[in-house]
């Protein structure tokens, strides 16, 4: 026990390299040990941290312990029949992939990395391109091993205190920290995607596509130019597809359908001026990026690392924007606040913050989590570097996104305000209450939670 | 906490009616409203002072501070971080007074050794254990160009400000691996009510030129600030100019 009282003071960030601050890091290698640092913390509380890919400041805990859950990874079972495993939270769904797609199983949700754990996946709730047919990350989780502030472990899902379950899904490690989770994959006949590739000429065309036949993907998601303006505003490339079934591959990959491969990954050199990415390189680089996309192309074949996880290839990546580091920014607007949407895009783009990443795409229904980030609509995400006056820019847009009834997504977030936070979670009072029945004093703390005073 | 775009949402003020500080204040009041402890000695002008901050949108706890009681430093800075953390503390308080009197009378060059060095190294101390323990926090030191090179004109005020800007350069270093960063601030003539009635010095700037160099700095991590820029050009070439020309440089 020695190791957990004497963690050693880390420097953390989120994956957007900003806000930088300093706690106790500690590596627990048995929920022993978990629980002995929850009930040793200082006052400033504790907080569980998995691979940190979450942008902002969710994932630290100034002053405080942060327990790096990664170090509890182990898959119990799998249940071949129902497809239902049973893993503890520090597992990442990369590890999870290469593990049981050669057993003909999925993770029923992937973000746009692998990098994750379940443990962040839960409590983020994090949705993939897939959301507006298969629900978030929650949605699979049939039941949960939740450590409690008073040292208690309780076992909790959609049927077993449903209440105190769906505040732990999507309530960013403030209800205590995920154990272990009992969780549905899916079934696939193989590790490759057919996929639809088309071009939109402008942001009408591009939403006019995505509602038309999104219903008919399992995977939807269109990477638009945030430079360009005027008519061509908001022009883009879609890419859908389905689960490639055995007989949809070539006769060359029918021998081992499940085979999984991931490129090595390389390391983006550790040092980038700030700037690097500006308005002049990143134009460059849409205009081939958008010219070298088919206008249209059906039913290729793609491996599972390339339809949903190009950025993996990139090992650390987020180093690019130089040592300021940057804001992604993720909100969603309603159906029917498509003015919104569009006076968005038009102001980032018409503003000298450029952003480099941007995705649309549509969710479907949300579930009861009240804090889960996906609603019915349009969700959008850009990232920019942390540059003078972007604050500003995207203080004016979250007023926008509040007044249309849209929300961000915390996982994200590093700036928003607790003002901004109250206006676009509304269901942020009954959340609190829960969470105060179970943590009365406050012990699972975060800096987003002190920022946006949660 | 201080946010990756720069907004701090609680802010100590130490010299809570320096034109230079309640600049920095305002600031960021006017992009975001944020809590503000400001420390002074108690006046019409810290109330004033207070006033304006609320009409911002901030809430306000004034504590009354002087910087030449040493012993009272730990009950302010106690009461400072009462209603919960500091995101960005600013070091303010300073006197220039008469200088031909300071290097001659005792009581003035002692007041002056005390609110210049003295105070700001017991407050920096204080403060940074504060913050380390916060895993967090800001600091930002108001030096000046005047303890760059000591000048015969101002040297008791500029080396107490020599001092402090060492001490608060060092401090950033010490304070580097625990969260807490360290801005140390070097304005060239600044009008404010210190400078009133001086005829100003070339490259002279306003509170608010400070307040907007400050702002950025800290957004941006940066250890050290020059306002204006230039200033630093300027400076680190008269820091080798031979000490007999030195003398006779009209400053
Ligand atoms: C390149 C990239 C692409 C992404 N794409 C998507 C996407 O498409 N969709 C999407 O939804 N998200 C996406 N994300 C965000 C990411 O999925 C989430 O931030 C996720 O939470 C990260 O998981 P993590 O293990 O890194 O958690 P961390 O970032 O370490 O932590 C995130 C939160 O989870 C909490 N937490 C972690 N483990 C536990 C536990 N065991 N118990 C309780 N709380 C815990 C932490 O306290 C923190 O609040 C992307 C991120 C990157 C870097
Ligand atoms: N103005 C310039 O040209 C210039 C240039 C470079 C650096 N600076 C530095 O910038 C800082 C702010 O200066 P400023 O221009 O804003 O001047 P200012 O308005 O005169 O502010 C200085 C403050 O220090 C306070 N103070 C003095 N003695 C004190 C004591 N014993 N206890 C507590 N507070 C005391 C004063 O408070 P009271 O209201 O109680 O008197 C005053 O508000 C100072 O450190 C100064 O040295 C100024």
Not at chain 1, 104 to 129: E, S
Request: aromatic share 6%; hydrophobic share 40%; net charge neutral.
């Amino acid at each position: 026990m020695g190791a957990i009282s004497s963690g050693l003071p880390r420097t953390l960030t989120g994956w957007g390299r900003t806000a930088s601050t300093v706690a106790k890091l500690v590596t627990p290698t048995s929920t022993d040990e978990i629980a002995e640092a929850v009930r040793t913390r200082s006052g400033r509380g504790v907080l569980a941290r998995g691979l940190g890919r979450s942008y902002g400041d969710a994932a630290q805990n100034a002053g405080g312990l942060v327990l790096d859950l990664c170090g509890l990874d182990e898959l119990h079972s799998v249940d071949p029949d129902t497809g239902v495993i049973d893993v503890d939270a520090g597992a990442s769904l990369d590890a999870l992939i290469r593990r049981l797609l050669p057993l003909g199983l999925f993770v029923p949700v992937t973000p746009g990395t692998r990098q994750v754990t379940v443990g962040g996946a839960i409590a983020a709730d994090i949705h993939g391109k897939n959301h507006h047919v298969q629900g978030s990350f929650g949605n699979h989780v049939q039941s949960l091993d939740l450590l409690c502030a008073d040292g208690t472990v309780r076992t909790i899902g959609p049927d077993r205190e449903p209440e105190l379950f769906w505040c732990t899904v999507g309530g960013m490690g403030l209800t205590g920290i995920v154990l272990r989770a009992r969780i549905r994959m899916m079934p696939v006949e193989t590790a490759y995607c057919v996929v639809d590739t088309e071009r939109a000429d402008n942001l009408d065309d591009l939403m006019a596509r995505l509602a038309e036949d999104d219903h008919r993907y399992t995977y939807s998601v269109a990477w638009f130019d945030a430079v360009a303006t005027g008519a061509r505003l908001g022009r883009a490339v879609l890419t859908r597809g389905w689960n490639a079934t055995r007989d949809q591959l070539p006769q060359r990959l029918r021998g081992a359908p499940l085979k999984f491969t991931a490129k090595e990954r390389l390391s983006a050199p550790p040092v980038f001026p700030n700037g690097l990415l500006n308005r002049a390189t990143i134009g460059v680089f849409n205009e081939l990026w958008f010219r070298k996309a088919p206008r249209e192309r059906r039913g290729e074949i793609q491996t599972i690392s390339q339809f949903f996880h190009p950025l993996d290839a990139l090992r650390d990546w987020n180093r690019v924007y130089g040592p300021r580091g940057f804001v992604q920014y993720q909100f969603v607007a309603p159906f029917g606040a498509e003015e919104t949407l569009r006076r968005c895009v038009e102001r980032i783009s018409s503003s000298p913050h450029v952003s480099f990443l941007n995705v649309l795409k549509r969710f479907g229904d949300g579930n009861p989590a009240p804090l889960s980030f996906p609603a019915p609509g349009w969700t959008l995400a850009v990232d920019m570097p942390a540059a003078p006056g972007l604050g500003q820019l995207l203080d004016e847009l979250d007023e926008w996104i509040a007044d249309a009834g849209g929300r961000l997504y915390l996982a994200k977030d590093s700036r928003m305000t607790s003002a901004v936070l109250r206006r676009m979670y509304p269901r942020l009072d009954e959340w609190s209450r829960i969470r105060h029945s179970v943590d009365p004093d406050g012990v699972f703390t975060s800096d987003l939670s002190r920022r946006l005073t949660l | 906490m201080i946010d990756a775009v720069g907004n701090p949402q609680s802010v100590l003020l130490l010299g809570g009616t320096s034109d230079i500080g309640l600049a920095i204040v305002q600031r960021y009041a006017r992009q975001r409203p944020l809590r503000v402890v400001l420390a002074a000695r108690p006046s019409a002008r810290l109330e004033a002072a207070a006033e304006r901050l609320m009409t911002l949108g901030c809430t306000v706890h004034s504590v009354p501070f002087d910087a030449r009681d040493p012993n009272g430093h730990q009950t302010v800075v106690d009461k400072a971080f009462a209603h919960g953390d500091i995101d960005l503390a600013v070091v303010a308080f300073g006197v220039l007074g008469d200088q031909e009197r300071a290097w001659q009378d005792v009581q003035v060059a002692r007041e002056l050794a005390e609110v210049n060095y003295v105070a700001p190294v017991s407050l920096g101390v204080l403060l940074a254990e504060r913050m380390r323990a916060q895993g967090h926090g800001s600091i930002v030191a108001l030096s000046s160009v005047a303890g760059e090179r000591v000048r015969r004109s101002n040297f008791v005020y500029g080396s107490g400000k020599a001092g402090m800007d060492g001490f608060f350069l060092g401090l950033g270093e010490a304070l580097r691996p625990h969260g807490v960063r360290v801005c140390v601030v070097r304005p060239g003539f600044v009008r404010t009510k210190m400078t009133d009635g001086l005829d100003a010095a070339p490259l002279s700037v306003t509170a608010e030129d400070v307040a907007t160099a400050v702002v950025e700095g800290v957004r941006a991590g940066k250890e050290l600030v020059w306002v204006p820029g230039p200033l630093r050009w300027v400076m680190s070439a008269l820091r080798h100019v031979p000490r007999a020309l030195f003398r006779r440089l009209p400053m």
